[in-house]
């Protein structure tokens, strides 16, 4: 059922997908999940434990350590 509105598609940069809800989203293997939130994070790369929905896993392989001479951690 059309509704006028176009739905918008947000890419985060090494993030996931968000996306304006509500939302039914169809899986690889033809499982059909649903949120009724108004955005909604699909994860893009496949680390989240709640796929098809992101939980920030993408964030926890993209931390850098730090130089000593800024005061982060040493190797």
Request: glycine residues 10%; aromatic residues 4%.
């Amino acid at each position: 059922m059309p509704s006028g509105r176009k739905t918008r598609v947000r890419i985060e940069p090494g993030g996931p997908l968000l996306v304006e809800g509500p939302v039914e989203v169809v899986t690889g293997d033809g499982e059909t999940v649903t949120s009724d939130r108004f955005v909604v994070a699909l994860c893009a790369c496949r680390r989240s434990k709640r796929y098809p929905f992101c939980d920030t896993s993408h964030r926890r392989r993209s931390r850098q350590t730090q130089r000593p001479e800024q005061g982060g951690l040493t190797e």
